[in-house]
């Protein structure tokens, strides 16, 4: 399973961005679909997180300004930011929790998409 992570890029503050991630690859069904972030010298954190069923949860930061949602048939899963504000400066990551077969569920990751936002 790959997952293909775009939409990144610099941005004034008050701007949006959207990012978007494709998965792709041989696997029976995605449970969840997030986005987490990674700033410089920092843990990566979850931003938010959407089930299959298009339930979300959002990271306290990022709540009223950041939605996600999902478009299963397409197997992309989106995050619109908007009022962006320096702090919100990372590396954003796809994450997928897959089926891959009837009794293997895995973690997969994207390869990452930078977002820096100026002040």
């Known amino acids: 399973v790959q997952l293909q992570a775009s939409g990144g890029g610099l941005v004034q503050a008050g701007g949006s961005l959207r990012l978007s991630c494709v998965a792709s690859?041989?696997?029976?069904?995605?449970?969840?679909m997030g986005w987490y972030r990674q700033a410089p010298g920092k843990q990566r954190e979850l931003v938010a997180r959407i089930t299959y069923g298009g339930s979300a949860n959002y990271a306290d930061s990022v709540k009223g300004r950041f939605t996600i949602s999902r478009v299963n048939a397409k197997k992309t899963v989106y995050l619109q930011m908007n009022t962006l504000q320096p702090e919100d400066t990372a590396v954003y990551y796809c994450?997928?929790?897959?089926?891959?077969?009837?009794?293997?569920?895995?973690?997969?990751w994207g390869q990452g998409t930078q977002v820096t936002v100026s002040s």
């Open positions: 994450n997928a929790e897959v089926l891959v077969t009837r009794w293997n569920l895995e973690t997969f």
């Open positions: 690859g041989r696997y029976l069904s995605i449970n969840y």
